[in-house]
C-alpha cells in the first residue's frame, strides 16, 4: 500500500510479479483478514492489522493466519 495500513493492490504486485517474476514478492502494508489470501504475495508482513490497543491479540493473530492460508475463491 501507499502507506503503513493502507491496501495493496493486487494489481501492483501483478505488476511486479510481470516485471521480476524470479523473485519472491512480500508485500508490507494493508495486509488483513479481509485480503490476506487474495494479495498473491509470497510472504506478508503485519502488525497493526493484528493489534487491539495497541497490544497483538492472539485471537486476532490466528485469525489472519487462517484467512491467510485460506485458498483464494476469487
Avoid: C, M, W
Avoid at 505488476?15 to 508485500?27: Q, S
Avoid at 490476506?36 to 486476532?60: E, F, H, P, S
Amino acid at each position: 500500500g501507499r502507506a503503513t495500513g493502507a491496501p495493496t493492490d493486487p494489481a501492483d504486485i501483478q505488476i511486479v510479479r510481470t516485471a521480476v517474476p524470479n523473485y519472491p514478492i512480500v508485500v508490507g502494508s494493508g495486509a488483513n483478514e479481509t485480503n490476506a489470501n487474495t494479495l498473491g504475495a509470497n510472504a506478508i508482513i503485519v502488525g497493526t492489522a493484528l493489534k487491539k490497543n495497541g497490544v497483538i491479540d492472539r485471537q486476532t493473530a490466528t485469525g489472519f493466519v487462517a484467512a491467510a492460508r485460506r485458498p483464494n475463491r476469487a
